[in-house]
């Protein structure tokens, strides 16, 4: 899991599948901290691997995972798409990548909108981060760009909700 935070997805992961075993990446280490405790609160610690570094430049071999994935992370680099052929680079042939993030509205009404519509009862700063986030996520098109050179179809990438992107694919075979 990249850009894991505090490590809630892998805790549900593990509890919905008992053979799960994770790695769970960020480059934040108060991010960990918080993650340490929540791994230990939910008795995962044989099974979530708590791992201290950067997405863009994961510290693990070619092929060496069975899923690699990640959810609203994309969107905080830079450059996205080195992210993303970072995880395609860890993950195995015929394992899956699942990448879940913002998507992009097309105008800063739709922002406003989704900001009323999904957080109208959060903290004024919440909504500004909340905005903040949609305003630098990602449209289709370039998710589609960018996983295009990787060799993942077009169709990998959908929206799934009014606010979310999703590419699911499992890597082919070498």
Avoid: Y
């Avoid at 992961?13 to 405790?37: P, T």
């Avoid at 009404?109 to 009323?116: K, M």
């Amino acid at each position: 899991d990249v850009g894991t935070g505090t490590a809630l997805i892998p805790i549900e992961l593990c509890r919905r599948f008992r053979s799960c075993r994770i790695v769970a990446c960020d480059a934040a280490a108060s991010m960990l901290e918080l993650a340490k405790i929540n791994v230990a609160i939910g008795q995962c610690e044989s099974r979530i691997q708590l791992h201290h570094g950067d997405g863009k430049e994961l510290a693990f071999d070619d092929d060496l995972f069975d899923g690699v994935m990640s959810n609203s992370w994309l969107h905080h680099l830079p450059e996205p798409g080195v992210g993303l052929s970072q995880m395609w680079r860890v993950c195995k042939p015929r394992g899956w990548l699942f990448s879940r993030d913002l998507l992009r509205p097309e105008s800063a009404s739709q922002v406003e909108q989704l900001v009323q519509l999904h957080a109208p009862h959060e903290s004024l700063d919440s909504q500004q981060l909340f905005r903040q986030s949609l305003h630098a996520a990602l449209t289709l098109g370039e998710v589609r760009n960018m996983a295009a050179p990787l060799g993942i179809a077009a169709e990998a990438i959908q929206a799934t909700s009014d606010r979310h992107w999703t590419l699911s694919v499992r890597k082919p075979a070498v």
